[in-house]
């Protein structure tokens, strides 16, 4: 299950510094079928059900031309997720991992990515498929999928640059 | 090249919103060979040249096992970007396209994904190839490549549900 706020056996816990480096704007709202924690899918799936992505204003008219890529990455803000636990036990068991070579929501910047498949542009709400998050989840940014684009501007020289 | 302040023809500027939703913490500074932003990649290449990727206390310890994936996810924090532009021109041309249909650094949350190579680990440096961003950027986060990563724990029941 996703965790709620326990610390497991053989998890570390570090102290958060109190900095604020940078700051979100939350430009819209997931809707999904699960409201708790416990139902939400591990992975989405490309054919699981179909999730609406509502946008805020003034955000809008950033949806122009996003129907042109099949496939999206949508990044978004795991609300409920603690920060400050830098090796995790995913199983439960005691058996610790990095909490950068794990995929769990708990992690000291809690953004998640997903790449999903577009459906459709309804006004403000982009209609997509592959989303794994609660109902409610704050909305960060929208993509193409990287391996759909390529971009539109000029190259530049690191473009060409191999190495060592 | 990368824009500075300008704004282009055809460009639509919003007014972002004064809140702040959610706060970002700087866990670490990415070391590339680019120093100007008109010398960066459009896209970083795996056979790019050598990143360091430094890792600040508290959260050095997140990179155990780490080295288990070939490719990693990193998340990093275009501190440069503007964040107002919702219609782009990419070529400069005057001919725009939605912000969430292109992979801009401008952006109403700046921040950056990249998948890159694996190359080792010493101290709190991670070695990758694959990045794409000026010398000193930000860190975020870094996760195992999602084609790469299964879930160690159990599954729950939206990874089951297929739908409507």
Redesign the interface.
Known sequence: ??REQEIRQGE?Q????E?????????GRIHT??TSR??????G?H????CRIEIFS??V??????G??ER??V?Y?L?HSR?DL??QS???DGT????????SPV???P?A?S?VQFERIEGNMLYVRGM?CLDGT?L?????D?TL?S?????????F????
């Open positions: 299950m996703f570390v570090v102290a958060v510094p900095q604020v480096d940078a700051w979100l704007i939350y430009i079928p699960w416990m139902e939400c899918p591990r992975q799936r054919d699981g059900p179909l003034p955000w008219q950033g949806l122009q031309d996003v042109l890529y999206l990455e990044l803000w609300d920060r830098i090796l995913p199983k439960s610790t991992r990095g909490v950068f070579s794990i995929r992690r000291p910047n953004i990515t790449i794994d704050p960060l940014d929208i993509k193409p990287r684009f971009p539109l501007a000029a190259a530049q020289p690191g473009d640059q191999v190495g060592d």
